[in-house]
């Protein structure tokens, strides 16, 4: 099973480049979600959708762009890197039934060095 | 989002039960209590989850207080491989909240032998 797979792994961008990370989930999950992580913290939520088609900002969404054309894709843009986007990314996905906590699932995370 | 305080680091022996504190004293009637864990340069997993009464599976326990403004996560014979940092994650799940995760900084937890 893949899960929730994302790409690329590292990535190393000079200030002002753009690029964009690729989040794809083979479980038919209509949630799916996009985290950073800086040194010593928890996740924080940049952006989310939950369904196809459409998108939603999460706690920190400034600097980045995202688009859900496909159920199963997730995509996570940055018009134009800083050093401050310098993070670990990770996606997410989930069901969308309404049973009650239902599991989160998470890719294994994208480096990203912004010099 | 309801907010959830953790230890910044607890420390285990090996094979010993190991529990993880987490409160929560603004939770509220609709907040279920999650509990997920990061390994090492990995993304998190999953642990458990519970609202009103104490679970158990294969990986853990969760105790929830009656009065649900606290939690304790059992690890009932902690191995290596459970050095990890361990998150107390309170998630509405009602329509249009998309159920998504707030994260604290969590507890990291660290085994030895």
């Known amino acids: 099973n893949a899960g929730v797979t994302q790409t690329p792994k590292f990535r190393v961008l000079k200030t002002g480049q753009s690029m964009t990370l690729l989040c794809a989930q083979d479980?038919?999950?209509?949630?799916m979600y996009w985290y950073r992580q800086d040194p010593g913290m928890g996740l924080r939520l940049i952006h989310y959708s939950v369904g196809e088609g459409t998108t939603a900002k999460g706690e920190v969404p400034d600097g980045y762009n995202v688009s859900r054309l496909k159920k199963q894709n997730f995509l996570l843009g940055l018009e134009s890197a800083a050093p401050s986007q310098t993070s670990v990314y990770f996606c997410?996905?989930?069901?969308?039934?309404?049973?009650?906590?239902?599991?989160?699932?998470f890719g294994e995370g994208s480096w990203l060095t912004v010099v | 989002d309801a907010k959830t305080t953790q230890p910044n680091s607890m420390e285990s022996n090996e094979e010993e039960p190991v529990h993880l504190p987490c409160n929560h004293s603004t939770i509220s009637g609709t907040d279920y209590i999650h509990w997920y864990r990061q390994l090492p340069s990995q993304g998190p997993e999953y642990v458990i989850h519970g609202l009103t009464s104490n679970v158990n599976n294969r990986m853990a326990s969760l105790a929830i207080a009656e009065d649900r403004k606290s939690s304790t996560l059992i690890l009932h014979r902690a191995t290596l491989r459970d050095a990890a940092v361990y998150y107390c994650i309170l998630r509405d799940d009602r329509p249009g909240t998309a159920s998504k995760l707030t994260f604290g900084t969590g507890t990291r937890l660290q085994v030895t032998l």
């Open positions: 479980m038919n999950h209509e949630y």
């Open positions: 997410a996905s989930r069901r969308t039934a309404m049973t009650s906590g239902n599991t989160i699932y």
